[in-house]
C-alpha cells in the first residue's frame, strides 16, 4: 500500500489517488465512503502532493462534471505492469474522448493482433481506469463488454462522454 494517497469527496461519492515519483499508479473512484476509497490508507494532504496529482484531480472533478477532457496530459506509473499489459494500457491511451474500439483493435494497436482476449484482460488489470480509458473498449459486435469496476460504471462513463 501507498503511502502517497489523496482521497477526496465528489458531489455524492468518494474518490481516491496514488502516485509514485513517475507518476499515477491507481485510481478509484465513485466509491460510497471513505473508507473504500482509501482501503485503509491515511490520505495524504493535497498540498503536499505533486502537481500531477492536484492536477488530475482538478480534471477529474471536470470530466465527472460532463467537461471533455484529454487525459494524455497526465503522467502515468505503469511499472506495476508486465510489457504486454503496458502496451495495451499505452494503445488505450490513444482513444480519443467519445470513440470506442473493439479489444481487436487495441491488441492491433498494442502490436499483438490476434490478441483480443489477452488485451480485454489486460485492460481489466488496468489501475487507472478513466486515465487510460479502458472503458472506450467494447466487443467487436458493439456490445459493451466487462469492465473491472462493473459494467454499470462502464455504461456511466461512456453516456458521460456522448455529444
Not at 110 to 127: D, E, K
Request: proline share 6%.
Amino acid at each position: 500500500m501507498s503511502d502517497n494517497i489523496y482521497v477526496w469527496q465528489s458531489a455524492s461519492s468518494w474518490n481516491a489517488v496514488e502516485w509514485s515519483a513517475c507518476g499515477l499508479t491507481s485510481l478509484r473512484f465513485w466509491l460510497p465512503d471513505k473508507s473504500k476509497a482509501a482501503r485503509g490508507a491515511r490520505s495524504s494532504p493535497l498540498d503536499g502532493a505533486p502537481s500531477f496529482v492536484r492536477n488530475a484531480t482538478q480534471l477529474l472533478e471536470r470530466y465527472f462534471d460532463g467537461a471533455r477532457i484529454d487525459f494524455g496530459v497526465l503522467p502515468v506509473d505503469m511499472s506495476g505492469g508486465s510489457n504486454f499489459q503496458i502496451a495495451v494500457w499505452t494503445a488505450a491511451r490513444e482513444i480519443p474522448f467519445g470513440n470506442t474500439v473493439s479489444y481487436g483493435d487495441v491488441a492491433r494497436m498494442a502490436g499483438a493482433p490476434g490478441a483480443a482476449r489477452a488485451a480485454g484482460s489486460a485492460l481489466g488489470a488496468n489501475p487507472v481506469p478513466i486515465i487510460v480509458p479502458c472503458h472506450r473498449v467494447i466487443r467487436s459486435d458493439g456490445s459493451i463488454g466487462g469492465f473491472s469496476i462493473g459494467v454499470d460504471i462502464k455504461t456511466k462513463l461512456l453516456d458521460l462522454e456522448r455529444p
